[in-house]
């Protein structure tokens, strides 16, 4: 059965997600915090350190969202499937532990010739105060599925500053960083099985796409907002090359006011993730 297209403007929800300190906790240990230095982000790794109250990273966002609609995508080989870019609009900082009434809408599935794109939108909003949460916007790719003749979809525009990075940021990822992360949720086996990962047509298994934005958000919080999650807005990126567990991943950033543009790459210096927006205040 191909690609489902009668499921856009589908909706599945609401339905409840709940998160706890341990796990606000294991997904910052899954970015790299405290990996660099244990004594450092005890603030994201820690819940009992004296006079260090916990926070959560912002991108833990895209966490309480995670899964979606995909069964209603239709059928298709899932080791064809990638992460094709994410966007995350926190409207407060995310609590420590709490509930999430989260609604999800496939919103278009484009042609894209040699695969199709596939872009969701969901909500979460707080089960206690009823309060919005945080907003996102994500799309697969998935190799193989184009060709059907729909529209190729908006193309939005976005240039590298032709200056010099006002700031750039660097982390060395873990050999086992994958498997960490992983704990998070995401058991997709292209990040684990390498039988799995060779089909797929990678020498083996690759980092989350969605770790590698992690780990760039954090970055990006420590170098734009003094590390306080509620100065961190929004993020929105495309993921344009895979990484591969143990590479040293650079953040540039270009900074204008409350926004900035920002690339992720890696030790060959190329581009992992790209037409990165970030606003903060």
């Not at 960083?177 to 060779?198: E, I, K, T, V």
Request: contains cysteine; aromatic residues 6%; proline residues 7%.
């Amino acid at each position: 059965m191909p690609l489902n297209l009668d499921a856009v403007g589908r909706t599945t929800g609401p339905t409840e997600k709940s998160w706890t300190s341990r796990d606000a906790l294991l997904y910052a240990l899954g970015v790299g915090a405290g990996q660099d230095d244990p004594l450092r982000e005890l603030e994201f790794t820690t819940e009992n350190s004296h006079g260090v109250q916990q926070q959560v990273l912002p991108t833990f966002g895209v966490i309480i969202v995670h899964g979606g609609p995909r069964n209603m995508i239709g059928d298709f080989n899932p080791a064809m499937l990638v992460h094709g870019e994410q966007a995350l609009t926190l409207h407060r900082p995310l609590p420590v532990e709490g509930r999430a009434s989260i609604t999800s809408t496939i919103v278009g599935m484009y042609d894209k010739g040699s695969g199709a794109l596939v872009v969701t939108e969901s909500t979460a909003t707080d089960v206690e105060s009823g309060e919005p949460l945080l907003s996102t916007a994500s799309s697969v790719f998935i190799r193989g599925e184009g060709g059907f003749g729909g529209d190729r979809g908006p193309s939005p525009a976005w240039e590298r500053p032709s200056r010099e990075p006002d700031q750039r940021a660097s982390a060395q990822t873990r050999p086992d960083q994958a498997l960490l992360y992983r704990l998070s949720g995401d058991r997709n086996p292209l990040h684990s099985d390498p039988a799995f990962a060779a089909r797929a047509g990678f020498p083996r298994p690759i980092l989350h796409g969605l770790g590698t934005y992690g780990i760039t958000g954090r970055l990006l919080l420590h170098a734009l907002c003094g590390s306080d999650p509620s100065r961190f807005r929004s993020m929105r990126a495309r993921f344009s090359r895979p990484v591969l567990p143990g590479a040293r991943l650079t953040v540039s950033m270009w900074v204008d006011g409350d926004c900035a543009r920002f690339q992720t790459t890696d030790d060959d210096g190329q581009v992992v993730i790209d037409h990165g927006e970030v606003e903060f205040s």
